[in-house]
């Protein structure tokens, strides 16, 4: 059941909050993987920690980079707990990748240093590997050199180079000298060898030597080993909450729309790696002081600009028609609304951060070589050095919550919490545990099954999305098969969550992402689920939200939503009859004659001759803004359709 391979899995240190600072994408020249420093360096008086992470992308380090996709979330929370809360940036280099340029001894400078932590999550789930010519000493070179590091002496300035092979193999840029120029700087370098069973000692001493070179905290971490990643009966919940949050944004002005559909896609993204990756990501954004420039309640919370000074052109256009004071009254609801969101999200948070605490503390009082473990206490250990201050860890809060029930993972496996230690100790000698019997999720007996468990037990059990689990009922130990969510209903679509058609024309940045996942919702219960974006000529579909019950009833009273398109219903026969691909960007008007275009001033002229109620459901269905969505109308009892002429 085991597997064998060179790769890491790890998971999330969880904590509560979050400092990070979603910057509005700005336009990017012929590179696409050139990316503008969109921050100013943050003021003097500001505590600030700036991480170059820089990746080994060659051929056998696939699991480093998922390891980093879901670090990424883990980093954030945790630093948000030091007192004073630091302003963090990031950046996020490559080397060892045959695909880059050799002239730069195959470095890559994929963000130079930003807040906009969804941008860094955007090009790790670009990343790929290929090839190896490991050049460590170029990395921190170019770390140094390139990257525009603040010149606080106040400041924690961090570069964190994780890989597997030498660190002496560069012929023209010596390690040592790298290191010597990074501490004169006042960068420290953290290493992470990430060793394989029969690596020589000689190259462990090379990783070592930078630590102590450059002040950093040495790691390694072995390639088979996995790192935590727990399943808890919080985790849906605070995906959920992650989902509602973003119906709170605004976005405005240049790149608004970038910046929020980004949002979306990085959400998708974590929910891609398991919903531990998830939740951290949704207790980042729950925090105080994530922050979205690109967002009109932030950045009128914030100061940042006045609403009365924002052009009408740049605001969304359901809000253009608004006075001064409905756009205010507007703001201020999405702002309570969020605030309120976010309440809950620390409250689901603090039970699922115990339980995280629990498991990392029994890891490391086994002597567990935990990933997690080793980058926090080393960042900790730094960032108190420059003056940060950690609230200690209560153990009896700690003891209490091992008592909680959740699943850890190990390479493909989820282990309930109270099977743990048995399951290593047959791990660690190679035996293996024989469950009584293997049970799926769905199959006549499993209701028998899982009618023994306690509610608690069940609800993490069942928040494991298409996994096998080991679960112990009683003295017998059962394998159980969950199953992967299902596509939603033809039928569910219109709901509270309402897939509503596609966004067109997004910009490079978003074209990146082509074949990554998005969240989208569908139903009352607001179940998480997947979509790959399409792609054909710049035509890109995600997700809308409807979450106005009248708004809703007025459109369903005459339409149904099918593959994100309106349908009259009585043409809902037909149009699932004639199995049209409603994804095909290269024919938006699915064969139909085109009635018109919505938001031109013509489709007054389309719709008078129509009855009212009618009327203002087709004009509902556009949604407030440009959505790209299509809607099919039946004039003189011959299908039209609609297009969102708006975008």
């Given amino acids: 059941m085991l597997m064998r391979g060179r790769f890491i899995l790890m998971s999330g240190i969880l904590g509560a909050g979050a400092m990070l600072a979603c910057i509005a994408p700005k336009p990017m020249d012929s590179n696409p993987w050139a990316f503008a420093a969109v921050d100013d360096v943050p003021a003097a008086e500001s505590p600030v920690v700036e991480i170059a992470i820089c990746l080994d992308t060659s051929g056998s380090m696939d699991g480093l980079i998922n390891a980093a996709r879901q670090k990424l979330w883990s980093i954030v929370n945790d630093l948000a707990l030091a007192d004073p809360t630091p302003k963090l940036r990031v950046a996020l280099l490559t080397y060892g990748n045959d695909g880059q340029n050799p002239e730069n001894g195959w470095v890559q400078v994929f963000t130079p240093f930003t807040e906009d932590l969804d941008k860094v999550s955007e090009m790790l789930f670009a990343l790929t590997t290929n090839g190896g010519t490991e050049l460590?000493?170029?990395?921190?070179?170019?770390?140094?050199?390139?990257?525009?590091?603040?010149?606080?002496?106040?400041?924690?300035?961090?570069?964190?180079?994780?890989?597997?092979?030498?660190?002496?193999?560069?012929?023209?840029?010596?390690?040592?000298?790298?290191?010597?120029?990074?501490?004169?700087?006042?960068?420290?370098?953290?290493?992470?060898?990430?060793?394989?069973?029969?690596?020589?000692?000689?190259?462990?001493?090379?990783?070592?030597?930078?630590?102590?070179?450059?002040?950093?905290?040495?790691?390694?971490?072995?390639?088979?080993?996995?790192?935590?990643?727990?399943?808890?009966?919080?985790?849906?919940?605070?995906?959920?909450?992650?989902?509602?949050?973003?119906?709170?944004?605004?976005?405005?002005?240049?790149?608004?729309?970038?910046?929020?559909?980004?949002?979306?896609?990085q959400d998708g993204n974590a929910l891609s790696l398991n919903k531990a990756a998830a939740a951290a990501r949704a207790q980042t954004k729950g925090g105080e002081l994530y922050a979205c420039s690109w967002d009109l309640v932030d950045a009128c919370r914030l100061e940042q600009v006045e609403l009365v000074d924002v052009k009408e052109e740049d605001l969304p256009e359901h809000m253009k028609a608004m006075t001064v004071e409905q756009r205010q009254q507007y703001v201020a609801d999405m702002q309570a609304k969020r605030e309120a969101i976010q309440k809950e999200i620390e409250a689901v948070n603090a039970a699922r951060q115990r339980i995280a605490v629990a498991e990392q503390t029994r890891q490391a009082q086994r002597g567990l070589d935990q990933f997690d473990l080793i980058i926090r206490d080393a960042v900790r250990e730094q960032a108190r050095g420059k003056g940060f201050e950690f609230e200690a860890i209560d153990i009896e809060n700690v003891a209490a919550a091992g008592e909680l029930p959740y699943f850890v993972q190990w390479?493909?496996?989820?282990?309930?919490?109270?099977?743990?230690?048995?399951?290593?100790?047959?791990?660690?000698?190679?035996?293996?545990?024989?469950?009584?019997?293997?049970?799926?999720?769905?199959?006549?007996?499993?209701?028998?099954?899982?009618?023994?468990?306690?509610?608690?037990?069940?609800?993490?059990?069942?928040?494991?999305?298409?996994?096998?689990?080991?679960?112990?009922?009683?003295?017998?130990?059962?394998?159980?098969?969950?199953?992967?969510?299902?596509?939603?209903?033809?039928?569910?679509?219109?709901?509270?969550?309402?897939?509503?058609?596609?966004?067109?024309?997004?910009?490079?940045?978003?074209?990146?992402?082509?074949?990554?996942?998005?969240?989208?919702?569908?139903?009352?219960?607001?179940?998480?689920?997947?979509?790959?974006?399409?792609?054909?000529?710049?035509?890109?579909?995600l997700s809308m939200t409807i979450d106005d019950p009248g708004i809703l009833a007025a459109i369903e009273a005459h339409f149904v939503a099918i593959d994100g398109v309106w349908v009259d219903k009585r043409h809902e026969d037909d149009f699932r009859a004639a199995g049209h691909d409603t994804m095909d960007a290269a024919n938006l008007a699915l064969g139909y004659p085109v009635a018109g275009t919505f938001g031109l001033g013509e489709d007054d002229k389309i719709l008078e001759g129509l009855e009212a109620d009618y009327a203002d459901a087709v004009r509902k269905a556009f949604g407030p803004g440009c959505m790209g969505v299509r809607v099919i109308i039946m004039v003189e009892d011959q299908p039209q359709i609609m297009l969102d002429g708006r975008c």
């Fill in 136 to 265: 460590v000493a170029r990395v921190i070179q170019t770390s140094i050199e390139e990257l525009e590091w603040t010149d606080s002496a106040d400041a924690l300035k961090l570069i964190i180079v994780a890989g597997n092979e030498s660190a002496d193999q560069d012929t023209e840029v010596a390690f040592r000298e790298a290191c010597k120029a990074a501490i004169s700087r006042g960068v420290m370098v953290n290493p992470i060898y990430c060793r394989y069973q029969g690596d020589g000692a000689e190259i462990e001493q090379g990783w070592r030597e930078i630590a102590r070179l450059a002040d950093g905290q040495y790691a390694s971490i072995d390639q088979n080993n996995t790192a935590v990643v727990i399943a808890t009966p919080y985790d849906d919940t605070l995906i959920n909450l992650s989902t509602r949050l973003n119906e709170t944004y605004i976005p405005f002005g240049e790149g608004g729309a970038l910046g929020w559909q980004n949002q979306q896609a």
């Fill in 411 to 541: 390479n493909d496996l989820w282990v309930a919490s109270d099977l743990i230690g048995e399951y290593e100790d047959a791990r660690s000698h190679h035996r293996t545990i024989l469950p009584i019997a293997r049970i799926t999720e769905g199959d006549e007996n499993y209701e028998a099954f899982a009618s023994q468990l306690d509610a608690e037990r069940r609800s993490a059990l069942e928040s494991i999305d298409g996994g096998l689990a080991l679960v112990q009922v009683g003295d017998e130990i059962y394998e159980v098969q969950t199953l992967a969510p299902a596509p939603p209903a033809e039928g569910d679509q219109v709901n509270a969550q309402q897939i509503a058609g596609q966004l067109r024309q997004i910009a490079a940045p978003m074209q990146q992402q082509v074949g990554q996942t998005l969240i989208v919702n569908s139903g009352q219960q607001q179940a998480a689920q997947t979509m790959q974006i399409a792609q054909q000529e710049d035509v890109l579909y």
